[in-house]
């Protein structure tokens, strides 16, 4: 399961050990186990209803994960483990956890009642009690990495999909999170503003940030992955290096799947 | 497809005619003047004394009193709705259970009913103390030795009123898509600063319009604490007066007058409150969105 890539750390960043998520009645995921290593990029592809966004909510425990365990850089995810039993996580540990991993959501989810800015120093000043000074220092800096500067003073809706999504990452890195989440981050975006986006994403990566991202972009995947990961039915069915998944597929539902999107 | 050069002459239809709608203007003006003809001549109405106590200072002061029970009242309704709204929908079922039984209560039964309980609420408690029970006191007041009836009107109304503006702020928390709690806890704030920073603000769109209307509909309420009993605002300064020189009609004309001015003043502001606040979400979208998808549409547009 685990791609042989870069040279694996002591702890890995995300280790998933047969996490199962279900509503009730409804298995969303029956068994998830993979490992990301620091510094590596995971691309989750599958069709949609496969489990691979809800497998991504669960690692910053926006889902709770319902059997199995996940951790992130070597801590479990939503609960505590004492002499061998569970213990449901108050929110403000959860909240905790949640600080160190930064999520990019399909829709932005931008807050429009606040400027781009303030979009950015937002969870710094409010949540790390970091001085506003600071957080504006940074927040212009991750502005000009995102290539936004000129939009500081802007409201969300003022901007396009391709630059509030752009300020969404911005605002997620303002964090400094050890570890990024992206969820269908172009999805939702016109074909001609992917690009700007996906331009982002692959400095990120370049720069060494540990990225777990679910798309549908495959050039994205060859380019960038270390690891791309073909999920459905809530099951993992093929994983490994994502040009030699992409080119060769093993499975029936991995080829059935890639001839329908690249 | 081809562009026609010349363009095609303007439509010129004959306007449709409405017959009926002339009709039925006409009869209601006959019927409408022919009630004022009516109302001027008949004596009953007393316009003569109307016009006398329209402007009289008991009435003057009985609307401020009137106004200043609205404000109260409404203030004190919205701090604890938005109280009340933030319970029930907390994840702590002790929160919400609290919330859901005193708005099972306040509005379960008619404000004239709880208007009475307050004005009987010395009678049933002497004093109100602060303090370990059983043990030394803090804080003593005496509720038989103190005026109280204008603080129990304003306290009646507004914990009635919560009850009402906890659902209108219910409705406008719920009105904020999820995905803004979600990117707030995601960022690794807590519920409260999530409802705080994020969704409140967001919610007071949907919030202002209807707590507009509220307000109106407050300033007519209190009329009510004649229950308490409270008679010195606009309605029970009218009656105070009417039962005096035995003349009810003229002086109920009155207060319905002070009523409706205050009303319309009130509809008017209401007025451009909503237009500010539709307009803050309509046209600043459109021009400067519009502007920027064109910006970011423009080749080169893409970073880094």
């Given at each position: 399961?685990?791609?042989?890539?870069?040279?694996?750390?002591?702890t890995?960043?995300?280790?998933?050990?047969r996490?199962?998520?279900?509503?009730?009645?409804?298995?969303?995921l029956?068994?998830v186990?993979?490992?990301?290593?620091?510094?590596?990029?995971?691309?989750?592809v599958g069709?949609?209803?496969?489990?691979?966004?809800?497998?991504?909510?669960?690692?910053?425990?926006?889902?709770?994960?319902?059997?199995?365990?996940?951790?992130?850089?070597?801590d479990?995810?939503?609960?505590?483990?004492?002499g061998?039993?569970?213990?449901?996580?108050?929110?403000?540990?959860?909240?905790?956890?949640?600080?160190?991993?930064?999520?990019?959501?399909?829709?932005?989810?931008?807050?429009?009642?606040?400027t781009?800015?303030?979009?950015?120093?937002?969870?710094?000043?409010?949540?790390?009690?970091?001085?506003?000074a600071?957080?504006?220092?940074?927040?212009?800096?991750?502005?000009?990495?995102?290539?936004?500067?000129?939009k500081?003073?802007?409201?969300?809706?003022?901007?396009?999909?391709?630059q509030?999504q752009?300020?969404?990452?911005?605002?997620?890195?303002?964090?400094?999170?050890k570890?990024?989440?992206?969820d269908?981050?172009?999805?939702?975006?016109?074909?001609?503003?992917?690009?700007?986006?996906?331009?982002?994403?692959?400095?990120?990566?370049?720069?060494g940030?540990?990225?777990?991202?679910?798309?549908?972009?495959?050039?994205?995947?060859?380019?960038?992955?270390?690891?791309?990961v073909?999920?459905?039915?809530?099951?993992?069915?093929?994983?490994?290096?994502?040009?030699?998944?992409?080119k060769?597929?093993q499975?029936?539902?991995t080829?059935?799947?890639?001839?329908?999107?690249? | 497809?081809?562009?026609?050069?010349?363009?095609?002459p303007?439509?010129?239809?004959?306007?449709?005619?409405?017959?009926?709608?002339?009709?039925?203007?006409?009869?209601?003006?006959?019927?409408?003047?022919?009630?004022?003809?009516?109302?001027?001549?008949?004596e009953?109405?007393?316009?003569?004394?109307?016009?006398?106590?329209?402007?009289?200072?008991?009435?003057?002061?009985?609307?401020?009193n009137?106004?200043?029970?609205?404000?109260?009242?409404?203030?004190?309704?919205?701090?604890l709705?938005?109280?009340?709204?933030v319970?029930?929908?907390s994840?702590n079922?002790?929160?919400?259970s609290?919330?859901?039984?005193?708005?099972?209560?306040?509005?379960?039964t008619?404000i004239?009913?709880?208007l009475?309980?307050?004005?009987?609420?010395?009678?049933?408690?002497?004093?109100?103390?602060?303090?370990?029970p059983?043990?030394?006191s803090?804080?003593?007041?005496?509720l038989?030795?103190?005026?109280?009836?204008?603080?129990?009107?304003?306290?009646?109304?507004?914990?009635?009123?919560?009850?009402?503006?906890?659902?209108?702020?219910?409705?406008?928390?719920?009105?904020?898509?999820?995905?803004?709690?979600?990117?707030?806890?995601?960022?690794?704030?807590s519920?409260?600063l999530?409802?705080?920073r994020?969704?409140?603000?967001?919610?007071?769109?949907?919030?202002?319009?209807?707590?507009g209307?509220?307000f109106?509909?407050?300033?007519?309420?209190?009329?009510?604490?004649?229950?308490?009993?409270?008679?010195?605002?606009?309605?029970?300064?009218?009656?105070?007066?009417?039962?005096?020189?035995?003349?009810?009609?003229?002086?109920?004309?009155?207060?319905?007058?002070?009523?409706?001015?205050?009303?319309?003043?009130?509809?008017?502001?209401?007025?451009?409150?909503?237009?500010?606040?539709?307009?803050?979400?309509?046209?600043?979208?459109?021009?400067?969105?519009?502007?920027?998808?064109?910006?970011?549409?423009?080749?080169?547009?893409?970073?880094i």
């Open positions: 399961m685990t791609a042989a890539a870069k040279t694996p750390s002591t890995p960043m995300v280790l998933a050990e996490v199962c998520k279900d509503y009730g009645a409804l298995q969303v029956k068994g186990t993979l490992e990301v290593q620091k510094g590596q990029v995971l691309v989750l069709p949609s209803g496969s489990g691979k966004s809800t497998f991504l909510r669960c690692i910053n425990h926006l889902e709770e994960v319902t059997a199995g365990r996940l951790y992130v850089d070597g479990l995810i939503g609960y505590r483990e004492r061998g039993t569970l213990h449901e996580m108050p929110p403000r540990e959860a909240a905790k956890q949640r600080r160190d991993i930064g999520m990019v959501f399909q829709h932005f989810n931008l807050f429009p009642h606040r781009v800015l303030g979009n950015i120093i937002e969870a710094p000043i409010h949540v790390k009690r970091v001085k506003k600071a957080a504006l220092e940074r927040a212009r800096d991750l502005l000009d990495q995102v290539g936004l500067s000129e500081a003073e802007a409201y969300p809706a003022q901007l396009s999909g391709g509030q752009r300020v969404a990452i911005a605002r997620a890195l303002a964090m400094n999170p570890l990024m989440l992206f269908e981050p172009t999805s939702a975006l016109d074909p001609e503003l992917v690009g700007e986006v996906l331009d982002v994403m692959k400095k990120l990566a370049s720069e940030v540990t990225m777990l991202v679910v798309t549908h972009e495959m050039g994205f995947a060859r380019e960038v992955a270390d690891q791309l073909f999920m459905d039915g809530g099951v993992i069915v093929e994983a490994g290096n994502p040009r030699e998944v992409l060769n597929p499975h029936e539902r080829k059935a799947f890639l001839s329908k999107v690249m | 497809m081809t562009v026609d050069a010349s363009s095609p303007i439509i010129h239809a004959v306007p449709l005619r409405h017959p009926w709608r002339w009709v039925a203007a006409i009869v209601i003006i006959i019927l409408v003047l022919l009630f004022l003809y009516g109302a001027a001549t008949n009953a109405y007393g316009w003569a004394t109307f016009r006398k106590y329209l402007f009289d200072q008991r009435i003057s002061r009985g609307a401020w009137t106004i200043q029970l609205t404000i109260y009242s409404m203030l004190l309704g919205l701090v709705g938005v109280i009340l709204a319970m029930r929908l994840p079922p002790v929160f919400k609290v919330s859901w039984v005193y708005l099972w209560i306040f509005r379960g008619p004239y009913v709880q009475v309980f307050w004005g009987l609420f010395p009678t049933l408690y002497k004093n109100i103390q602060l303090g370990v059983f043990g030394p803090f804080f003593h007041l005496d038989q030795n103190l005026s109280i009836p204008f603080i129990l009107a304003f306290v009646g109304l507004g914990l009635n009123e919560a009850a009402y503006l906890a659902e209108i702020i219910r409705a406008g928390i719920s009105s904020v898509p999820e995905g803004q709690s979600e990117a707030s806890t995601a960022l690794g704030m519920w409260g999530a409802m705080w994020t969704v409140l603000p967001q919610a007071m769109r949907v919030i202002i319009p209807p707590t209307n509220e109106i509909s407050m300033l007519k309420t209190t009329s009510l604490v004649t229950a308490i009993p409270y008679s010195h605002e606009l309605y029970g300064e009218q009656r105070n007066i009417a039962a005096v020189i035995f003349q009810p009609i003229p002086l109920l004309l009155v207060a319905a007058t002070w009523y409706l001015v205050i009303t319309s003043i009130l509809m008017v502001g209401q007025h451009y409150l909503e237009r500010y606040f539709s307009r803050g979400i309509s046209r600043t979208l459109t021009d400067k969105q519009l502007e920027a998808l064109a910006k970011a549409q423009m080749p080169g547009e893409g970073h």
